[in-house]
């Protein structure tokens, strides 16, 4: 079954190719031309991550890589065309960031492909993925095809959760460990789904993480039974700034039951909250929610999170309010024309104007000064 499902997996690969920009016309507008063989990358060194502990629940080791200024504030933004495609190059000063309302001066600025630490969050659970049931099957073949699109020096970590969530592989870059970790989603133990729970457990974990890092969640999105609740994982996903990406599963076989009327009013409801949730997540966290429908949507969806991941602006600055008051502080992240503070026009070669969308965090919650 291994074998089947990888080269299941195998076959949804694709190349991805990503966007850059040619030269700058004028402060206000700048041209894209597709990247050419040979083109050079900025690249960061790898950062190390630590140990992904479960008996202290907190990240430690040798190598690892923590945030000494707590009044320094570090922006992940991925500049992406209509086609998903990120845009390189754009200059430091064509980005504003704005923290209430207010204009911040960016101390730090760079950009390039780097190493990724990612934490696959798996929800495999007897409630949707019963052995060699359709989202037993749609759930490995997710996963095993998102293995095949990391680089050997991506680091990786595999948690899967029903009741509780369990780490069933730790921060590596061997690989022969996750293929390991993923024999192990044979038969689900319990009938209930835990997201929330497992959501914030793992953002914890990671956020003193530096980095290229997210959180890449494979499920159906419904919570039966966690601790938390919905306002409290959101507050605790805001404060972790580790963003989620999400691939929803069930969506082919929800569009049947609801065709054929076999779905009644509450399930449909329940599946439409699942889908609200997974896309309130990954928007305020700085990352994206896919619903595929059927397989042929993989490839796509995978260069997507191949590009927002890799590709990155990082931004950081130390925010004019410095008040350690623990309140929580919205971010926005712009393109504009530094001359006239206008939205930046960014054209094809062609000169027409292209359709670009900013992914970036949505706020952080501020130190609170102990007494």
């Known amino acids: 079954m291994k074998k089947l499902l990888i080269v299941m997996a195998g076959a ?7 966007a850059q920009q040619g030269p700058v016309k004028e402060s206000g507008e700048t041209v894209a031309r597709p990247r050419k063989k040979g083109d050079p990358v900025e690249a960061e060194a790898p950062k190390i991550p630590s140990k992904f502990s479960k008996k202290d629940g907190a990240l430690a080791g040798d190598g690892a890589t923590f945030k000494s200024d707590v009044s320094t504030v570090s922006v992940d933004v991925a500049v992406m ?42 929800e495999f659970s007897n409630l949707f993925q019963s ?35 369990e780490i069933l592989s730790d921060f ?42 997210a959180i890449l969640f494979i499920g159906s999105g419904r919570d039966t039974f966690s601790k938390l609740t919905f306002d409290q994982t ?4 805001q404060n972790a700034s580790v963003p989620i990406y999400s691939i929803s599963t069930m969506q082919i076989l929800r569009e049947r039951m609801d065709a054929s009327n076999r779905m009644g009013p509450i399930a449909r409801l329940d599946f439409l909250q699942a889908d609200n949730q997974l896309k309130t997540f990954t928007r305020e966290t700085g990352g994206q929610a896919f619903f595929p429908r059927f397989m042929g949507e993989m490839p796509n969806v995978f260069r ?35 001359a006239t503070g206008e939205p930046l026009r960014i054209v094809d070669e062609k000169g027409k104007p292209m359709k ?8 952080y919650t501020a130190p609170r000064e102990v007494e």
């Not at 959101?234 to 996903?237: D, Q, T, W």
């Not at 990082?314 to 309140?327: F, L, V, W």
């Not at 670009?356 to 706020?363: D, R, V």
Request: with cysteine; aromatic share 10%.
């Open 131 to 165: 052995y060699y049931s359709q989202g037993w099957y749609e759930t490995l073949t997710y996963s095993y095809a998102f293995l095949q699109t990391l680089k050997k020096e991506d680091f990786l970590a595999i948690v899967a959760f029903d009741l509780r969530p």
């Open 356 to 363: 670009y969308s900013i992914i970036a965090k949505q706020g």
């Open 81 to 122: 065309d209509k086609n998903g495609h990120f845009i390189p190059n754009i200059p430091r000063g064509n980005f504003r960031v704005l923290e209430d309302g207010a204009p911040q001066q960016v101390s730090g600025f760079s950009i390039g492909e780097a190493p990724m630490t990612i934490c696959m969050v798996i």
């Open 12 to 18: 949804m690969l694709v190349t991805f190719a990503v």
């Open 234 to 237: 959101r507050k605790k996903l």
């Open 304 to 338: 997507e999170v191949h590009q927002s991941l890799r590709n990155q602006y990082m931004i950081t600055y130390q925010p004019s309010n410095q008040a350690k008051d623990g309140k929580f502080r919205k971010i926005k992240v712009e393109l504009v024309n530094p």
């Open 172 to 213: 590596t870059t061997d690989r022969s460990k996750a293929q390991e970790a993923m024999q192990r989603l044979r038969i689900p133990a319990y009938s209930e789904s835990n997201m929330y729970d497992a959501l914030t457990d793992t953002a914890d974990r990671m956020q003193e993480i530096e980095g290229r890092k």
